[in-house]
Nanobody, 118 residues
Framework: QVQLVESGGGLVQAGGSLRLSCAAS????????MGWFRQAPGKEREFVSRINWSGSNTYYADSVKGRFTISRDNAKSTMYLQMDSLKPEDTAIYYCVAGINIATPRYWGQGTQVTVSS
C-alpha cells in the first residue's frame, strides 16, 4: 500500500521558515514526479510546486516563487519543501503528491497544517 506521510508543519510568525518533509513508502519512489498542493480555509486546493524524478527540474507557483524551495532525496524516498519568508496567506494544509503527471497526482498524503501568524 502506497503511503505519503508529511511532517514539519506548525505555527510560525510571518517572516519565519518551516521545512516540510514527505516520506514515501510502499512504492518505488524514484520514477515519480513529486509535488506539493495546499488548501487554505474556504479556498480551493492549489498547486504549490513540483519536482521531476531526478530533481533536475523544478517549478513553482508565482505566489511562492523565490521563497519556497523543493528538493528530493531518492535514496531516502523523501521530498522536502523549504519555506522561507512565510506570509499569513501561506496558511493552509499542505499536501504531498506523487505521480507521472503532477497535474493529476496519483497519490496524496494526509496533509500537514501550516499556520503563519501576522
Amino acid at each position: 500500500q502506497v503511503q505519503l506521510v508529511e511532517s514539519g508543519g506548525g505555527l510560525v510568525q510571518a517572516g519565519g521558515s518551516l521545512r516540510l518533509s514527505c516520506a514515501a513508502s510502499g512504492v518505488t519512489f524514484s520514477p515519480y514526479a513529486m509535488g506539493w498542493f495546499r488548501q487554505a480555509p474556504g479556498k480551493e486546493r492549489e498547486f504549490v510546486s513540483r519536482i521531476n524524478w531526478s530533481g533536475s527540474n523544478t517549478y513553482y507557483a508565482d505566489s511562492v516563487k523565490g521563497r519556497f524551495t523543493i528538493s528530493r532525496d531518492n535514496a531516502k524516498s523523501t521530498m522536502y519543501l523549504q519555506m522561507d519568508s512565510l506570509k499569513p496567506e501561506d496558511t493552509a494544509i499542505y499536501y504531498c503528491v506523487a505521480g507521472i503527471n503532477i497535474a493529476t497526482p496519483r497519490y496524496w498524503g494526509q496533509g500537514t497544517q501550516v499556520t503563519v501568524s501576522s
